[in-house]
C-alpha cells in the first residue's frame, strides 16, 4: 500500500500544540500572581523541558525496564525492524526489549533519527511472526507520523501543572499585591484547572493518532487482518497479567499499543480508542484492499 499523509492527524497536533501553548501562556502569566519571579520560572520550566526533549528516548525506555538489544541478541527481531523501517522509508530506530509479562509495545524518540522501538518479552511470546510485524509497523507509523515527539512535549506541560496541583502545599505564602499575600491555594487552583484542560486535549489527541497509525502500520505491511488479529491477541491476554506488572507499567499507557486500564477510571480517561472499534477499521481497509 502507497504510504498517505494522514492531514487529519497533523491538523489535530497542530490545532492541540496551539491550544496548549496558549493556555500555558495563560497559566505562566496566572503564576506571577504567587511566583514574583517570573523568569526563573521559565528558566527551570525550559530545562525540565529540554532534558525531556533530548532524553525521552532514554527516560521511556528506563521507566519500563528496557534496554537496547543488539542483532546477535536478537536478530530475527532486528531483521524485521530493519526490513519494516525500509518499507516505511525510515531510518532504522533503536530496538529495544523490555523483560515484561505485559505484552504490549510502544515506540518513543523526538525524531526520526534518534527513535526507538520497544517490544516486551510477553508480546514476542504471544504474537506469531505476521502479527509481531503488525505491531511493530504500527510503532513506526507512530515515528513516520512523528506524533510521539507531539505527545511527549504535551505530556510535559502536563506534568508541570500537576506537580504544582500535587505539592503546591508545601509552599506558603505568596507574592504581595496591594498589600496583601496570595495565598498557596490560587497557584494550586489554577494548575488544577490547566491540568484539567490539558489532560483532556492530550487524551482526544491520542485516541485518534492511534486510529492513524494503525492504519499506517497496514500500509507498510500491506495487511491489515495481520494487526486487527494482534490487537484481539493482545488484548485477551491483558486480563491473564498479574495486576501489579499492569500497575507499574500504567503510566506508559499513552505510547503502548494496547492501554492497561486501572479501574473504571483508567477506562474514562482511556488514551486509546476501544479495542473494537480499531478491529471495525482494521478489517474495513481489508476489504478495501480485497475489494482492489
Known amino acids: 500500500m502507497e504510504w498517505q499523509t ?38 527551570v520550566m525550559g530545562l525540565f523541558l529540554g532534558a525531556q526533549f533530548f532524553f525521552s528516548d532514554k527516560l521511556a525506555l528506563y521507566s519500563m525496564g528496557a534496554r537496547t538489544v543488539e542483532p546477535e541478541e536478537y536478530p530475527e527481531l532486528h531483521r524485521t525492524v530493519d526490513r519494516l523501517a525500509q518499507q516505511a522509508d525510515l531510518p532504522k530506530p533503536k530496538v529495544a526489549v523490555a523483560d515484561s509479562r505485559v505484552p504490549n509495545a510502544f515506540a518513543t524518540g523526538r525524531s526520526k533519527s534518534s527513535s526507538a522501538v520497544c ?7 504471544t504474537l506469531d511472526q505476521d502479527e509481531l510485524e503488525g505491531v511493530i509497523a504500527h510503532e513506526l507509523a507512530h515515528i513516520k507520523n512523528r506524533d510521539v515527539m507531539v505527545m511527549t512535549i504535551a505530556s510535559f506541560l502536563s506534568t508541570i501543572a500537576f506537580l504544582i496541583v500535587r505539592w503546591g502545599w508545601l509552599f506558603s505564602g505568596g507574592r504581595e499585591r496591594g498589600g496583601q499575600q ?26 485518534y493518532r492511534e486510529y492513524a497509525a494503525d492504519r499506517g502500520g497496514a500500509m507498510i505491511t500491506g495487511k491489515p487482518a495481520a494487526l486487527a488479529n494482534a490487537l484481539m491477541k493482545i488484548d485477551g491476554r491483558m486480563d491473564k497479567v498479574p495486576k501489579e506488572d499492569m500497575r507499574d507499567q500504567a503510566e506508559m499507557n499513552a505510547f503502548f499499543i494496547i492501554p492497561i486500564d ?21 478489517q474495513d481497509l481489508e476489504r478495501e484492499l480485497e475489494s482492489r
Open 6 to 43: 494522514d492531514w487529519g492527524l497533523r491538523g489535530r497536533m497542530a490545532l492541540t500544540m496551539f491550544l496548549l501553548f496558549a493556555l500555558y501562556i495563560v497559566f505562566l502569566g496566572a503564576l506571577t500572581l504567587y511566583f514574583s519571579n517570573l523568569a526563573l520560572i521559565v528558566v
Open 262 to 282: 486501572v479501574g473504571w477510571i483508567g477506562r474514562l480517561a482511556s488514551t486509546h480508542p476501544s479495542t473494537e472499534k480499531r478491529i471495525d477499521r482494521l
Open 182 to 207: 496570595v495565598p498557596v491555594i490560587v497557584a494550586i487552583l489554577i494548575s488544577l484547572v490547566v491540568w484539567v484542560v490539558s489532560f483532556l486535549l492530550i487524551r482526544t489527541l491520542s485516541r
Open 119 to 125: 517490544v516486551t518479552t510477553g508480546i514476542m511470546n
